[in-house]
């Protein structure tokens, strides 16, 4: 509050907002990371960023097998969704901003498959980050409850659904 007094009720929509957004943003990017560095081969990109940080590259390697879909395609589809999840947070509603990442995750799909991006395509990449793009659409009623209001930062209106 402006005079300095505490506000019970502004300290819970403040840990609201935090824990959806560590709940829809930063747990599903910890989670496709977690399947990057864990089961994944070490000659890929994020490897080589954990050598920068000077982190070893054995740091988390479990000896579980993962299935297929689950260890190339489920990080993609939480990439999406958590990206997906962020621009409906900042949002709260389908705005053009919020179709950023499965144009990214399919773009990049598409691209690997006519041979400018590097990389294998694979369908299921595809449904995986359309799936994560759907999931998070599915939430977005949910979420539009723990933001803030749009017209705090000149939008002129509140959320239109």
Known sequence: MADGSYSVTADFMDRRILATFAALVVLPIALGTAVYVGWRSPSLLVFDWMAFFGLPETAFRPVANLPLPLLYSFPDGCWVFAG?????????????????FVVLGVGGEVGQWIGIVPGTFDWRDIAFCVGGFLLSCMGCGYAKTLCVDNRSVGHGRACSG
């Open 84 to 100: 997906t999840s962020w621009m409906l947070l900042i949002w709260r509603r389908i705005h053009p901003w919020v179709f950023v």
